[in-house]
């Protein structure tokens, strides 16, 4: 358990709508990234953030916005939700220590756009 | 660009028979890691196990264990004594260093494991 949180774990949203994803950690990690997964794919890096304030574009990051202004949280924006936006959203912090050369993942957002 | 490929959409074996999932990657680095991660029905990302590129030793975790190939950019991931509970989608990872110490994991596109009671 990396003591990672996400919220909502399931979200039904329109298209056009804004929507929020929020991670939340509790140990002080420096490194945090936002993954989506989609059928016939394993998970893509959207956004990561490599400190307060220090953020920057994965491979899929179109559509999408970051933000995170204290260690403990990373927010996902999607500004006008599209049907592609439909996936699974997976935080993610590096871990540290002798597990720094580790990826470990929260649960999962189900996200959903009609 | 990394990539990695698991040629095995899907597999089955029977429940404490022996199974092996392929993966091999592409990259032009010496010094890396690799991971296989299982997702179950939950589709938690659950880390199974870890290889250091560096170590010639084939990392191995209980039940579970790699055969490392470096040369061939080989990283397969053998289940001993299959168990319904190891049921699931199978990910090998290669984890990229980007900036500020950040690093990306790339994903093959999973191999999905069904145990036969």
């Known amino acids: 358990d990396a003591g990672i949180t996400q919220s909502p774990r399931h979200k039904v949203t329109e298209t056009g709508t804004p929507v929020t994803l929020r991670c939340h950690q509790t140990?002080?990690?420096?490194?945090m990234y936002w993954y989506r997964q989609d059928p016939g794919h394993g998970l893509r890096l959207i956004h990561y953030?490599?400190?307060?304030?220090?953020?920057d574009k994965g491979e899929v990051s179109d559509g999408y916005s970051v933000s995170r202004s204290k260690t403990e949280d990373f927010l996902l924006t999607l500004e006008s939700a599209t049907s592609s936006q439909t996936s699974v959203y997976f935080c993610?912090?590096?871990?540290?220590?002798?597990?720094?050369?580790?990826?470990?993942f929260g649960e999962g957002s189900w996200l959903t756009v009609v | 660009a990394q990539t990695v490929t698991q040629s095995q959409p899907e597999m089955s074996v029977q429940e404490a028979e022996t199974v092996t999932l392929s993966c091999t990657y592409d990259?032009?680095?010496?010094?890396?890691?690799l991971f296989w991660y299982k997702q179950p029905p939950s589709r938690q990302m659950i880390l199974v196990i870890r290889?250091?590129?560096?170590?010639?030793q084939n990392a191995t975790e209980n039940r579970f264990s790699v055969n490392f190939q470096k040369a061939a950019k080989s990283f397969s991931l053998k289940i001993s004594d299959s168990q319904l509970g190891d049921a699931a989608m199978y990910f090998c990872?290669?984890?990229?260093?980007?900036?500020?110490?950040?690093?990306?994991?790339?994903f093959g596109q999973g191999t999905r494991l069904t145990i036969n009671p």
């Open positions: 993610a912090i590096r871990g540290t220590g002798v597990s720094g050369n580790t990826i470990y």
């Open positions: 140990e002080n990690h420096r490194y």
């Open positions: 953030s490599y400190g307060v304030k220090d953020t």
């Open positions: 990259t032009s680095e010496s010094d890396y890691y």
């Open positions: 290889q250091e590129a560096y170590k010639q």
């Open positions: 990872a290669y984890r990229s260093l980007i900036i500020q110490g950040a690093q990306k994991l790339v």
